[in-house]
């Protein structure tokens, strides 16, 4: 059995883990940093760097406690390298390169993305690769072929914002608060989802990416208007993102079968081992229970199973950096010391 530390310090969140790879999640520490950011309505990069500095090795010391363990008893020490707010990354990656040096560990350096894309299947042991993973956070809208460890295909992405910025766009123009996805989920329930006409852009189209920018811009026009209230324009969005995520993914899961049948025709067993297993959320966004909803339907009109992590493993934490960790030393991948921080880390 292999113990893995993960450290996590992209954006606003700091947070150590430690997890086994045999899904055991030891040890997991998290501290936000919301009354820091609130005050400016958004997260500010020097000033989230700055927190993480503070806030990191309290929580991998916390987290060593809470296990009884030191750092000696860790395989492997695991670390975001990017994509995130550089100075918050070079924060996590240079601690955990001091801690691997220090500990003769092996380092891993985990991109954000793979940390989220592979999260699902340290609460769900059962899912297997491959499968479509719709991963949706502040930063990211893409859909994503999860064929292994280090092998995803991107079948789509945004051309604009992520869904996650829009919804923290819409909350802010609401006046509703930061962060503004959990926000605008609470005013959503009490408003009608029907009430505000909003666009669903790209929805219907062959062009299989997202776009939120026109959305938003029409939230703006909403609230201009002054004839509905924020509860309204809330679920009005909310409904239009969900249409969105569903038609993109729907759209998705059909252009892998049409694939797939394609490679039947060539080569019976290539075809077997494609076929998608499952439909996946994972991502901030995640933890929003009509997109969760939504896409359980969809998944079930599709004849798919629907795996979504447990809400807390959804938003940034430090288990899923752990885990893919876990997933990539049992791959035999380790990384160098002098492996860079990335702002900008595609999959
Ligand atoms: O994955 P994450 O924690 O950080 C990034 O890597 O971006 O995602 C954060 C995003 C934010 O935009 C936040 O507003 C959104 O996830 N979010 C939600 C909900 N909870 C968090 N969006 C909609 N509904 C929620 N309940
Ligand atoms: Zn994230």
Redesign the pocket.
Known sequence: MALILGIES??D?TAAALVTDTREIVAHRLAGQEAEHTPYGGVVPEIAARAHVEALMPLVEGALADAGKSLDDADAIAATAGPGLIGGVMVGLVTAKALALAAHKPLIAVN?LEG?ALSPRLASPDLKFPYLLLLV????CQLLLVEGVGRYRRLATTIDDAA??A??KTAKLLGLGF????A??RAARSGDPKAVPLPRPLVGTADPHFSFAGLKSAVGRARDAGRWSSEDISASFQQAVVDCLVDRTRRAIEAVRVERSRDTLLDCARSERGAIRALVVA???A??GAIRTSLQQLAAEQGLPFVAPPLWL???NAAMIAWAGAERFAAGLTDPLDTPARARWPL
Do not use: I, K, L, R
């Open positions: 992209s954006c969140e954000h989220h956070s502040g930063g990211h996650g910025e919804f923290d962060p503004g996805g959990p605008v989920e991502g901030g966004v933890a929003n959804c938003t940034d």
